[in-house]
């Protein structure tokens, strides 16, 4: 590996913990309007019938069954190897799926920026934009859940306290704008080239 990359890598690692970081702030925003989105999805569904639930009471009876002992024991044992996998695959997914929108958005980005100043879109002024806005895609990904958590105060039924609600959403936000930073410092002072960084 060249010292290049090994530079790009470390001031890029930053942008991996921030990334999750992100995702995590949002998933906290989508607990908090929770109580909200399952009345809309209940608002959506049929109205109930009047028939009785049909219940079918599990009764066991005599010794144990081996065969079936040996079913939940196998169902278990994929139960935690699935559990195991996604632990470890779900966080590089993150940081892909967040590399490829910030990179493809801040090009989308550039291009309409470029056209509303009335500039021709080429690749060099595509590139000189870039980093800028992937800063402001990263900059809106942080803030908005941090801005939606006052707005959770409106929402019915929710279990934390508010205040708990606004610390934990600054403290995340504050998190992750950090690592935003520090990815571009890092990078700032290692010397990469700002294209490089994701």
């Not at 995590?24 to 009345?39: D, E, K, M």
């Not at 109930?48 to 169902?75: C, H, K, L, M, Y």
């Not at 941090?146 to 508010?162: I, M, R, W």
């Amino acid at each position: 590996m060249t010292n290049i990359k090994r530079r790009t890598r470390i001031a890029n690692s930053f942008a991996v913990f921030a990334y999750l970081n992100i995702a995590v702030q949002w998933v906290f925003s989508l607990v908090l309007f929770a109580p909200l989105l399952i009345a809309l999805s209940a608002m959506w569904e049929a109205a109930p019938s009047d028939q009785a639930a049909f219940t079918n009471p599990i009764q066991i009876q005599g010794e144990p069954n081996i065969a079936g002992f040996i079913f939940i024991t196998i169902v278990v044992g994929l139960m935690i190897a699935l559990t195991v996998y996604f632990v470890a695959k779900v966080p590089l997914t993150i940081v892909r799926a967040s590399r490829k929108v910030v990179s493809e958005g801040s090009d989308a980005l550039s291009r309409a920026v470029l056209r509303a100043q009335h500039k021709k879109v080429t690749k060099k002024a595509r590139m000189q934009l870039g980093p800028r806005m992937k800063l402001t895609i990263k900059t809106i990904a942080v803030l908005t859940p941090v801005a939606l958590a006052p707005v959770s105060l409106l929402v019915p039924d929710v279990t934390l306290d508010y205040l708990v609600v606004l610390f934990v959403a600054a403290g995340l936000g504050g998190i992750s704008m950090s690592l935003v930073l520090a990815q571009l410092l890092a990078g700032r002072l290692l010397s990469v080239n700002p294209r490089d960084l994701w």
